[in-house]
Nanobody, 125 residues
Framework: QVQVVESGGGLVQAGGSLRLSCAAS????????MGWFRQAPGKEREFVAA????????YYADSVKGRFTISRDNGKNKVYLQMNSLKAVDTAVYYC??????????????????WGQGTQVTVSS
């Protein structure tokens, strides 16, 4: 089992950058697939990015490809989401999620077992 806590959200102008962090507990963190999701007001939670246990495989939503980068540091039990060239449409609560299954088998929010409380990202235009 793993617990995750997000941090790093805030208010930024369009075109700016933010880096979100996700701190995870547990000695088996390095075996988990980690994902970032987001949920804007009135919308469903949507996939943003995912990274496999080693960091060697990453997936991105088309809407953030080329602007966002997911990475992990297994020595520090952390996952990061570097967000550049932010747009107003990126405004949402961002969630970190974890699951033991391989990255290719967990694609939707329902398939991730462990979730953080979320961190608000607001991009002003």
């Amino acid at each position: 089992q793993v617990q995750v806590v997000e941090s790093g959200g805030g208010l930024v102008q369009a075109g700016g950058s933010l880096r979100l962090s996700c701190a995870a507990s547990g000695r088996t963190f390095s075996t988990y697939t980690m994902g970032w999701f987001r949920q804007a007001p009135g919308k469903e939670r949507e996939f943003v990015a995912a990274i496999n246990w080693s960091g060697g495989t990453t997936y991105y939503a088309d809407s953030v490809k080329g602007r966002f980068t997911i990475s992990r540091d297994n020595g520090k039990n952390k996952v990061y989401l570097q967000m550049n060239s932010l747009k107003a449409v990126d405004t949402a609560v961002y969630y970190c999620a974890a699951d033991r299954r391989p990255i290719g088998t967990v694609r939707t929010p329902a398939e991730y077992s462990y979730w953080g409380q979320g961190t608000q990202v607001t991009v002003s235009s």
